[in-house]
């Protein structure tokens, strides 16, 4: 596993992981976070906030995967649209994202396979909307699990995409497929670790998944 170093940077590590952690952990922009530290008397451009970003945050999303449980067998996959650069894009999604032009049953052959090799492991159902693309790479790849297929059944894929359509919005549209997919896998990593399902937990168990959250990410950020 790659290491973290957070030698030859002005700022200590603690402020450096707690601003990576406002911006990914919350629907905020680069400034947005700029204005936050300022408040707390640290003068940190928007720009240092951003390559903070882009240099420890696919580090601590691979170290915050890697300290997760193996995921459900039981799969729901779905797509979405998003305008990038002007042009009709697809994000697909299920335990992870991909960022693709088409929605077409290569796409989603693309997907399944991406799936299967970084899961290892072949899901005991897998559900879908209607979309025949699903049925076709399913056939392909020989999928022996049951298939279910319906909009209604697949809800809470559909739900799922509230949180990117806010990050979508604040930053005014993905700039490209590179930064979309690059973005989304941390921000997905990081979703998945503090995104608790409050409303079905109660507030003692609440407490102890917030404290298990925070262990993960403290570890996740920790310096080599």
Known sequence: MAQISYRRHRFPAEIIQHAIWLYLRFTLSYRDVEELLVERGLDISYETVRRWVLKFGPLIARRLRRRRPRPSDRWHLDEMVVRIAGK?????????????????????????????????????????????????????????????????????????????????????????????????????AVHNTFNLQRHLISRSTLRIFRAEAAAQWSDAVAAA
Do not use: I
């Open 88 to 188: 009709r894009m697809y994000l697909w999604r299920a335990v992870d994202m991909l960022v693709q032009s088409r929605r077409d049953s290569r796409a989603a052959l693309r997907l399944m396979r991406k799936l299967l090799r970084k899961q290892g492991f072949v899901p005991k159902l897998l559900v879908t909307d209607k979309l025949r693309s699903y049925g076709s790479a399913f056939r392909q790849l020989q999928l022996t699990c049951p298939h279910e297929q319906g909009l209604r059944k697949n809800n809470r894929a559909e739900n799922s995409h509230q949180p990117v359509r806010r990050r979508e919005r604040k930053m005014q549209r993905f700039k490209s497929a590179r930064s979309a997919q690059r973005f989304l896998s941390v921000h997905a």
